[in-house]
């Protein structure tokens, strides 16, 4: 009898953007197919939502910076001239538009704890997942740039292990009114006795630590999710830590496969440390892809990408994410490792190899650092799946290099081939983001810390 052959894994995919004209592929706002200059209409992101829903994209990464890339020159003028996420507007006011306009498509937002107050940020979450029905993510960043840390007031940034404890309380400030201000049955709803949330299943949380003093209600009624699913990006020993406590989805930058196993696998292991399952946490790598038709096609598409990228925008970016001005060395003076309370995987890939700024220009070619797969459907999906086998990822963060043409060229030809493998999925399931990712309940899970904060 011939034995069952396991279904596949379906692949999970965000796209990756930015509220802002370069994001990560810079310097190919000046392809004249590339419409990232649209990015303050609101029919520009309505468009885009759209889109990646006819392509089943799980949701749309939005990151976001708080701050300038002041590092490389000691000065603004190479991002002010590309465009380097500058400038930038707040990711959190483009989803009620594109949740109206959608129904199923998730939206991972990047908001900086460090300069927000937990009561008011509970609010504009859980407004944004009741508007969404429960599509909302929240990729927690505590910030790395000095210049943000100036421009709020402070004279320094704050160092790296402790923005991970002021961190720890944050969340712990949102589980207590995400979780446990209102209990599930307190909106009675009911104008005939004239009560819509019953006073004694509504609770007021109170808060005393290092970092917070917090001490009311949560103003907003339980949410879908009540708390958003909780995207996180750092790989530092210290990240990790946070990662296996509090993360249901975790964003690295990968290289190559083996070091990218890795990584997946630490952030399995920090989750079983915390007493979750390894399969918690759902682990996403950031990724170029260029395809065409054919593999001659695709290539070709790439020469012309490459002769509108900047490399030396890319290396400033990549100045800013290690705090270095890299433009002090000569192009192949060898460049002095500094610790930095910037990206550490970024600090900790200069201390692990022999970079050069030549080698940097190189790296940065289109205009950023992550893995490009170029060829046709095939070759792509064949990549795509390598990657998922090989490494244990679950997904990817997909980038834009010329917008929208590089996720249209994404859905209309490797969608349809990873479908037709039975490696991607051909309609979406029902329910919150939550749901969707995981496929199970619409909160978090009973081994989750924050599941530990809802009133009994």
Not at 84 to 101: G, K, T, Y
Not at 170 to 184: A, I, M, P, R
Not at 409 to 435: C, H, M, N
Request: charged residues 25%.
């Amino acid at each position: 009898m011939r034995q069952a052959v396991p279904p596949k894994k379906k692949i999970l995919l965000n796209a990756f953007n930015m509220n802002c004209i370069g994001h990560i592929n810079h310097g190919l706002w000046t392809h004249p197919r590339d419409t990232s200059t649209q990015y303050k209409n609101l029919e520009y992101w309505v468009e885009l939502a759209q889109l990646l829903e006819r392509g089943l994209f799980d949701g749309l990464f939005i990151a976001d910076i708080v701050g300038v890339y002041d590092v490389y020159q000691n000065a603004v003028d190479v991002p002010l001239k590309e465009s380097i996420q500058l400038p930038v507007n707040d990711p959190l006011l483009l989803v009620s538009a594109m949740a109206a306009a959608t129904r199923n498509l998730g939206f991972g937002l990047t908001a900086n704890l460090s300069y927000e107050p937990p009561y008011l940020f509970a609010r504009r979450m859980s407004t944004l997942d009741h508007l969404s029905r429960g599509r909302v993510g929240w990729n927690i960043v505590t910030g790395y740039l000095d210049s943000a840390a100036k421009a709020m007031g402070l004279r320094e940034q704050v160092e790296h292990d402790r923005r991970y404890d002021q961190a720890d309380e944050y969340l712990q400030v949102l589980y207590k009114l995400w979780e446990g201000s209102w209990e599930d049955d307190a909106v009675l709803n009911d104008p005939q006795a004239r009560v819509y949330a019953q006073p004694n299943k509504v609770h007021k949380i109170e808060h005393q630590g290092e970092f917070y003093q917090v001490e009311g209600y949560h103003l907003c009624e339980p949410s879908p999710q009540r708390t958003p699913v909780l995207f996180q990006a750092g790989s530092s020993e210290r990240g990790l830590l946070f990662a296996g406590r509090h993360a249901e989805c975790v964003f690295i930058s990968g290289q190559n496969k083996a070091a990218t196993k890795l990584q997946v696998d630490k952030v399995r292991a920090s989750a079983v440390q915390d007493g979750r399952n390894a399969d918690d946490i759902k682990v996403f790598m950031g990724l170029n892809v260029i395809v065409g038709a054919t593999e001659e096609l695709a290539w070709a598409k790439h020469a012309e990408y490459l002769s509108y990228a900047s490399a030396e925008a890319g290396v400033a970016h990549f100045s800013a994410s290690t705090g270095i001005d890299f433009f002090q060395y000569e192009l192949d003076e060898p460049i002095q490792y500094v610790k930095s309370n910037a990206i550490q995987s970024a600090t900790k890939t200069l201390q692990e190899n022999d970079w050069t700024r030549r080698k940097l220009l190189e790296q940065h070619a289109l205009g950023g650092r992550y893995i490009t797969l170029v060829g046709s459907p095939e070759q792509v999906a064949d990549e795509l799946e390598s990657w998922i086998n090989e490494t244990g990822l679950d997904g990817f963060n997909l980038t834009r290099m010329v917008t929208p043409e590089s996720y249209v060229d994404f859905i209309d030809w490797v969608i349809p081939e990873l479908q037709r493998r039975g490696s991607y999925k051909t309609a979406y399931e029902g329910g919150t983001l939550r749901e969707k990712i995981f496929t199970r309940d619409a909160h978090l899970p009973q081994q989750h810390t924050g599941a530990t904060y809802r009133h009994p």
